[in-house]
């Protein structure tokens, strides 16, 4: 007999889920290589797994799946990609959150760590030149400095790179070289790593979806789960229908609420990003004229890169919660006239946000609710590597192998009271805090 392990949704969030939202104005949704239209589920279907979420974890898990000849349902409550996937700054960058933290408990696990830290980008790639996805996929990134304290992070994580003999190149950059990689001189210095770089998000989520299809995997479309009941088999259910698994995988990032002991584990902290109009050429000689994703030390981080198209995409966290396309460009254009006040006059086309989910332990979460349901979330801003990563990963699990889930599902982050609630409030009070840190 099956039991339930999530209550029923209440009314009123019945009611929201009927109206499902399509892609943010972003700049990424208006340039995205094409509109996504695949079904409501209705009816009940049966498949080998069940994946709760149309994002990099849930996509990246069912293609994975998907090779691995598993038959896959993913359920997804608005578009792929419609959640931090389809908006974040598009930088790929290596290393997991709360790393540091995973080799304290188990400094035996180095080499492990390490190559954890690099593979999503290995998953993207391969992906990228296997299914031909044209998601704008460059290499070339710099981490910046703004004090003196951060020169000596910078010098640390090169050492690193060089005692582990990447195969890229990388170099430490003094102020006057990283004037010139920039094109402005707001920064004390830089640490260039090739073997990072930037994408189009969600034209990379959308073609892994179009690749998983491809392989036999079956996703819809506004079609929100509102109930797991568990047993020796899953069965999640939706508004019009439902999917009886072995296995389930929960991954909706910031916007899961279903399961409450997983979503009660993360501050949902917004971030938020301007597209200017396309640069001229000229102005190209100046504005990060080799094209580098750049992103700083900061609790309150800004970061930034070109689009294919040549716009700038400036990004940042700042302490406001809504959607105004206005208040969201009069947050963020004075920081980038900070970098580049050449600037001033430039038009902001595009102005957009999203939530990213941020647990206390800053490790992120990779669990199981029960025995044949696993959750991945909570990436604190290292999404676009550690997404991938964590589909091969929960792919791993649910074949039978937790080497790599075992590294993880120890840092369980602890529960916040009231986040449900006063999230905000309480992200609010964390910006102001770490802002305060920075200036130190």
């Not at 929201?16 to 290589?33: G, L, P």
């Not at 990388?170 to 707001?186: P, Y």
């Not at 044949?372 to 550690?386: E, K």
């Amino acid at each position: 007999m099956l039991h339930t392990s999530a209550s029923p949704i209440n009314c009123k969030e019945l009611i929201n889920m009927h109206f499902a939202q399509e892609h943010t104005s972003s700049y990424y949704a208006a340039s995205a290589n094409r509109v996504t239209g695949f079904p409501r589920l209705k009816g009940d279907m049966r498949a080998d797994v069940c994946v709760i979420g149309g994002g990099f974890t849930g996509i990246s898990t069912a293609l994975t799946l998907a090779e691995r000849s598993y038959n896959v349902c993913v359920l997804e409550a608005n578009r792929i990609g419609w959640g931090a996937s389809g908006r974040n700054g598009g930088q790929l960058i290596a290393g997991i959150s709360g790393e540091q933290k995973i080799l304290d408990i188990d400094p035996g696990i180095a080499d492990l760590v390490w190559d954890m830290r690099w593979r999503g980008h290995e998953i993207i790639q391969q992906r990228v030149e296997h299914y031909e996805i044209d998601c704008d996929l460059k290499y070339g990134y710099v981490d910046v400095a703004i004090k003196p304290r951060h020169v000596s992070d910078l010098q640390a994580e090169e050492n690193r790179l060089a005692k582990r003999d990447v195969p890229f190149e990388h170099k430490l950059l003094s102020q006057a070289e990283t004037c010139e990689a920039l094109g402005t001189d707001a920064y004390i210095g830089a640490l260039q790593i090739m073997g990072n770089g930037h994408l189009h998000p969600l034209n990379l989520c959308i073609g892994e979806a179009e690749a998983a299809v491809s392989l036999g995997a079956q996703l819809y479309e506004q079609s929100a789960a509102m109930r797991i009941d568990h047993g020796d088999s899953v069965r999640v259910s939706t508004a019009e229908g439902s999917i009886t698994a072995d296995f389930a995988v929960i991954a909706g990032n910031a916007y899961q609420s279903l399961v409450k002991s997983v979503s009660g584990r993360f501050f949902p902290v917004r971030s938020y990003i301007i597209a200017t109009e396309p640069l001229s050429e000229e102005q190209l000689d100046t504005i990060n004229p080799h094209d580098f994703a750049v992103c700083d030390p900061n609790f309150v981080l800004e970061y930034f890169r070109l689009s294919a198209d040549k716009r700038l995409l400036f990004g940042g966290r700042c302490n406001y919660f809504g959607d105004d396309q206005k208040v969201i460009a009069s947050q963020l254009k004075p920081r980038m006239l900070k970098i580049y006040p050449q600037l001033r006059d430039i038009a902001i086309d595009y102005a957009w946000g999203g939530t990213i989910a941020v647990p206390m332990n800053r490790v992120p979460q990779l669990g199981r609710t029960a025995k044949n349901v696993f959750y991945s979330n909570a990436y604190a801003g290292h999404g676009v590597n550690v997404t991938h990563l964590a589909g091969e990963i929960m792919a791993d699990v649910i074949g039978g192998t937790a080497e790599k889930f075992d590294v993880f599902s120890r840092f369980r982050s602890t529960r916040i009271p009231g986040v449900t609630y006063f999230g905000n409030a309480m992200v609010s009070m964390g910006l102001i805090y770490y802002g305060l840190k920075d200036k130190w």
